[in-house]
């Protein structure tokens, strides 16, 4: 059964590094979401693509935090500087078009920030 | 804004018993309402969606758009049951989720 990947699956950096997660949705999946989970609490929106478009980035916190997907496929989610507040779990789900559309979730990246 | 709450972080329940878990949302419009489930270990997945009507694992929850409400129920828990629930929406024409807080179930032999 196909599933989303991501990669790294932890990631533990000192604040002001540059971080990089990648994901790689079901294939066929025009659409691709990341998420954030702060511990405790419930994922939240970071950015939606549209294939390659970005549909949706108005919680990503653009001054540090840069998402591409340039070829409409994998996707690839940037911090740079990486700051104490930004440990948590970071998920990619992945749906196919249509009105029903069901989000497939990857297995998240956990980054800490030391 | 959208917004979604669940007032239990944590439900303990011993295995036969009754399960509500709760979940309330504020919403304009009309929403598409779903429970995604996450078992130990285990990625984030739909367990049920209100526009299907179907009953997942035993689990069924209804729409109530008077007192916007989207609770889940099982008569009977059982232990494989344990895990972390969430309630989650999407509004008309936006695909993303909006997330609850979580509930974790947790059922006792």
């Known amino acids: 059964e196909a599933e989303v990947a991501q990669s790294p699956r932890y990631k533990i950096t000192e604040k002001s590094q540059a971080v990089a997660f990648w994901c790689d949705p079901i294939?066929?999946?025009?659409?691709l979401y990341w998420y954030r989970q702060i511990l405790g609490q419930g994922p939240e929106l970071l950015v939606q693509?549209?294939?390659?478009?970005?549909?949706?980035d108005s919680q990503l916190p653009k001054d540090r935090f840069s998402a591409e997907r340039l070829k409409g496929v994998d996707s690839t989610l940037k911090i740079q500087p990486a700051e104490l507040g930004d440990s948590a779990m970071y998920l990619c789900a992945s749906s196919s078009r249509g009105e029903s559309d069901t989000q497939y979730f990857g297995p998240g990246t956990r980054l800490t920030v030391l | 804004a959208q917004r979604v709450t669940q007032p239990e972080k944590l439900l303990s329940v011993f295995k036969g018993a009754p399960v509500e878990l709760k979940c309330n949302y504020s919403?304009?419009?009309?929403?598409?309402l779903f429970w995604y489930v996450q078992y130990s270990r285990q990625r984030l997945q739909l367990l049920l969606r209100?526009?299907s009507r179907e009953s997942i694992k035993g689990f069924t929850a209804d729409l109530n758009k008077g007192e916007t409400s989207f609770h889940l129920k099982k008569p009977f828990a059982q232990e494989e049951d344990s895990a972390m629930y969430y309630c989650a929406l999407s509004g008309t024409g936006r695909r993303a989720l909006t997330f609850g807080s979580g509930t974790r179930l947790q059922v006792q032999p």
């Open positions: 693509f549209q294939d390659e478009s970005v549909v949706d």
């Open positions: 919403y304009s419009g009309s929403p598409e």
């Open positions: 294939s066929g999946h025009a659409t």
């Open positions: 209100h526009i």
